[in-house]
């Protein structure tokens, strides 16, 4: 089997990213990963999206540091002829196009893929947007917190008294996680074919995808769920339990880790019991189950609990704070903490490396987020603008780099 190479697996591929926040420049950062050239495009002085969670001297935050590492960042102001006239170059020489905003928006950044298409007629343009480009909602602004809202999780989440959205944005990364997927599919497509498309996604439709268990158990039979707190309704013993000195959880699914549970609480009387004969019925009853599972692990330190379950092979772990996450072994060891040149920080920035690795060609973080404009004349002179054109560009303000 041949060992990596220090080739990416992207090299050659080049990506123009609009996106701003999450979703768009995720999806243009994971390509970038694995060795896609990704000129991030923003306005003279850098886009709004920098200043999420500040954490640097300069006020950039972790949203934007995570999510634009391996870029490369041209400040332009794409409004009046000379600014026309450099973007259209630019797409030129991209394959891809990431952008996220409102389907009805990207006539008017002259980002449509009729536009595009007409400049580079095989380009791939990827767009995500809060509702998508159907229905009343189409036009509508919206965020991570709107479509855990609007897809059920946040209702199913907490006590049932108020309805809680939990703190990460996985609605984001989800579609973020989409593009990406519908990008590469699209590459692959164009590879056979040599024809472009239009790659559409976005928040709500990714929340729904996430949250089919629920949806489709609803729409199939109607049991109207509710928040059960950390509670499994499907299975159980799952839920959050105190320990000693700390909390865990379980998540016992399936009769073979059931079984294995029941032994250890010394309740193997269960295991013929109705009310624990399946996956669901288990969920039914979960009550009984967690308050067992709660006196056992009340009298037992965190470690002890995890070990004991670890060696009957049961489903646990411990409930981490960020700063406990971080310093956990097996997050230590699992090449996920990339430390990584920041500017403006004196030691270098624990970045996290994609969710998934490829044997051949893995990912890499060979640069750290770029500064406004960083590297605006390199990008211009790659797509063909001489040095009087950019320097036009420049003189009227429609394009800057750091001082």
Known sequence: MAGPTSRGALDGIRVLDFGRYVAGPYCAMLLADFGADVIRVERPGGG???AI???TPEGEGSVFLQGNRNKRSLALDPRGELGRAALRRLVETADVVVVNVPESVLPKMGLDYASLSAIRPDIILTN??????VGPWADRPGFDSVAQAMCGSAFLTGTGEVPYRTPISWVDSATALYAAFGTMVALFERSRTGRGQQVTGSLLASALAFSAT???EEAATGPNRTATANRSVINGPTDTFRTADGWIVTQCVGPAIFKRWANLMG????LDDPRFATDQLRGDNG?????RMARWCAARTTAEALDTMAAASIPAGPVLSPREALAHPQVQASGMLVPTPVHGLANPLALLAPGVALGGTPSSIRSGPPRPGQHSRAVLAEAGLGEAEIAALFEAGLVTEPA
Do not use: I, K, N, Q
């Open 48 to 50: 709004e999206d920098r």
């Open 128 to 133: 995500t947007s809060s509702f998508g480009p």
């Open 267 to 270: 309740e193997p009387e269960w």
């Open 214 to 216: 629920y949806l489709v």
């Open 53 to 55: 969670t500040p954490v």
């Open 287 to 291: 009550a009984v189950l967690s308050e």
